[in-house]
């Protein structure tokens, strides 16, 4: 496609500008990977400064769900800019707060009706952990004050999380002795429908009997396991974990960061275990991929005995919590998820990402493809090269980004199923062009 000269010069002068002094995710500042400038989103497109137009099927790491500039989003978001953009929240307390609170107490399992408001999803792990080992040192048990997770999991980027993030392809070698040394069993192997077989839990069951001393809880990603491998794993295996956090008394924390308000096809993946967490962590999605938010939800049992004393409080408190506008945004986006489209537009997507992504089976480099709700995730035998392939897919229209061994969607759930079959479409292309084993 041939591009006006002066867009795409301006769009060059904002990468050269970028490249002079900005940071991106995990990247190299001296080793210039291809950059995207982009002018504007509408719906589920990304408009590119060189006059480009993208579908966008990863929801910008999977938080735009109703695609972006929704307009009441937009119009609750301006709503409260004119009337109150931001408040301390130490001592004061404002009612999109409060009603925000409600909410998210109403839409999330029973057990669970206290909320910590945070800024970001790694902030609201870092929150469950304290929580955890607060509630023990509460309990007079203080020595219970690690943690322990499945393997392949992700949790943030801050260092707590970090700690719990697969042991292997987390930055547990880079930040050596910086990060606490946690406890990992093996990641759950049986797939979402694969048949249960008990001896899928055994390791993890012996080192929860191993450590429930040292243990203040256990954390895992329900269902999907995110950035950590991009798996789906069985419900059964969640279930269990439940039943011997149980028996072993241990913390039980679920982050919901990727799976929450819809994605999965549930409202919450653990949905699908129908277990209910101690302790539940959500973000992404929460403001409909308007800005960052979070929160981290509780029983109160934890709260009380955290607070119990009357000196007790639970430690932490950022500067922005609670801001008002993060909280209205996400009113306005719990209550489009309220309208209960999404219960119709996941399982369309699931069953068109399944269907057009079916040939990729029979692509020689392909190890495996699965989909789940409006996750597609195709898996490749060898490294992706990521420079290449998103420059494949951007001339098809289409905004992925890969990573490792894995070319995944995870598109807005007001995709139309012509959008959905472009991305699918531009998925095969490329499968066939750098996942055919004997193409160089
Ligand atoms: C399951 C899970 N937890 C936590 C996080 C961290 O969230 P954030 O990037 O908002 O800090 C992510 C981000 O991808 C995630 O997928």
Redesign the pocket.
Known sequence: MSLPSSTSAFSDSLVERDRACIWHPYSNVTAASPLYPVRETRGTRLLLEDGRELIDGMSS??TAIHGYNHPDIVAAAQAQIQRMPHVMFGGLTHEPAIELAERLVSITPASLDRVFFCD??????EVSMKLAVQYWIAKNKPGKKSFLSVRS??????SG?MSLCDPQNGMHSMFGDFLKVQFFSEKPRIAFDEPWDESAISDFQRMLSNHEDELAAVVI?PIVQ??GGMRFYSPHFLRRVRELCDAHDVLLVC?????GFGRTGKLFASEYSNISPDIM?V??ALTGGFM?F?ATLCSSRIADTICAGVDSAFMHGPTFMGNPLACAVSLASLALIDRGDWQEQVPRIEAELRSGLEPCHDVSGVADVRVLGAIAVIETRSPIRLNEVQDALVDRGVWLRPFGNLLYTMPPFVCSSEEINAITGAMRDVCVRYFTDDVA
């Open positions: 790491w999977w970001s999803g790694s902030v609201a792990v999991g992700y949790y943030g980027d801050t999380a990603e995110g950035a982050d919901e960061i990727a799976t962590c973000g992404k960052s979070a």
